[in-house]
């Protein structure tokens, strides 16, 4: 599918973010060699909106500013709809991802495109859950992510589910640091008035 403003067969435009004169920006905050940036197709780029076909090939990513810093990034999308593989029918929901991440943080832009393509995709909600996990882990390989689903009831019955990826040979205690920094992270996202198991 297509977007009003796209000619048949566009492709975006790779190279990243250009500022005067074709330059990449300037003051983006510690994220080292600009050069990495120009890998961003996604974001400042006309637009290809599709459906179906959920692809991590879609998901971009970026230097983490501060490897080495406990850190985490709490993601909160709002808006996730798939079909049920049986019925057909439109299922809604929000997906909470957070992660500690390794080198890489994913872009915002093209986790929504990639969120995007679930839409007219027929999965099980537990199976959507496990393959944002899957596909977020292979494209940024995290320290530790955790997804949560929060699905609309169907039946009367709202599911679930929880996925949770860690990094090979993670000891026990950087997996203690990384959920305090994740509990720490929802914490902060309640406070300020989000809460992902209380639908309005």
Not at 1 to 6: A, G, N, P, R, T
Not at 56 to 63: I, K, S, W
Not at 75 to 88: D, K, N, Q, R, S
Request: one cysteine or more; glycine letters at 12%; aromatic letters at 8%.
């Amino acid at each position: 599918m297509q977007h009003d403003d796209q000619e048949p067969n566009e492709t975006r435009p790779q190279g990243g973010q250009r500022g005067a004169g074709g330059q990449p920006p300037q003051g983006l905050g510690g994220l080292g060699a600009l050069g990495a940036l120009g890998a961003l197709g996604a974001l400042g780029a006309p637009t290809h909106y599709a459906y179906d076909s959920p692809s991590p090939a879609v998901l971009e990513a970026f230097p983490n500013p501060r490897p080495g810093a406990p850190w985490a990034l709490s993601l909160a999308c709002l808006e996730f709809t798939a079909l049920c593989p049986v019925t057909g029918q439109p299922d809604y929901g929000r997906l909470q991802v957070d992660y500690v991440p390794g080198e890489l943080c994913v872009e915002s832009k093209s986790l929504k495109l990639y969120l995007m393509r679930y839409r007219n995709h027929g999965a099980f909600h537990e199976a959507c859950v496990n393959q944002v996990a899957d596909d977020l882990a292979g494209v940024l390989a995290p320290r530790y992510l955790r997804v949560f689903g929060d699905f609309a009831p169907r039946g009367g019955i709202a599911i679930r589910p929880l996925a949770v990826r860690e990094a090979p040979g993670i000891s026990d205690a950087e997996r203690v640091r990384h959920l305090s920094l994740l509990s720490q992270a929802v914490e902060l996202a309640s406070s300020a008035g989000y809460n992902p198991s209380r639908r309005t």
